[in-house]
């Protein structure tokens, strides 16, 4: 059963940092894409990055491109988000997300199909 538990969300100053972690259990990194997403009240869900393999590259959404770094480590078997330089547009609720390589690969036509519950991140002063 694949099963995502996310971590690290919480409050932060415009211009700070957190880390996202979510912990996946029922598959590994090796043939599985692997994706963070976020919703903010009243907007529509976004893909915020996406690593399709542990050997391949990694998708970033504009607006966060030298900002966040998505990572995995296969020997814990987590993803994590690295946030820097903080927005308060950054505000959402943050899901990690995952599906097959071989039929999902990050493929912007529909969401993966495995989800975490979501933990909130606030940038506020």
């Known amino acids: 059963e694949v099963q995502l538990v996310e971590s690290g969300g919480g409050l932060v100053q415009p211009g700070g940092s957190l880390r996202l972690s979510c912990l996946a259990s029922?598959?590994?990194?090796?043939?599985?894409?692997v994706a963070w997403y976020r919703q903010a009240p009243g907007k529509e869900r976004e893909r915020v990055s996406c690593i399709s393999s542990s050997e391949g590259g990694t998708y970033y959404l504009d607006s966060v491109k030298g900002r966040f770094t998505a990572s995995l480590d296969n020997a814990r078997n987590t993803m994590y988000l690295q946030m820097n330089s903080l927005e308060p547009e950054d505000t959402a609720v943050y899901y990690c997300?995952?599906?097959?390589?071989?039929?999902?690969?990050?493929?912007?036509?529909?969401?993966?199909?495995?989800w975490g519950q979501g933990t909130q991140v606030t940038v506020s002063s």
């Open positions: 997300a995952s599906d097959s390589l071989y039929t999902w690969g990050c493929s912007p036509r529909r969401p993966a199909d495995y």
């Open positions: 029922g598959f590994t990194f090796d043939d599985w894409s």
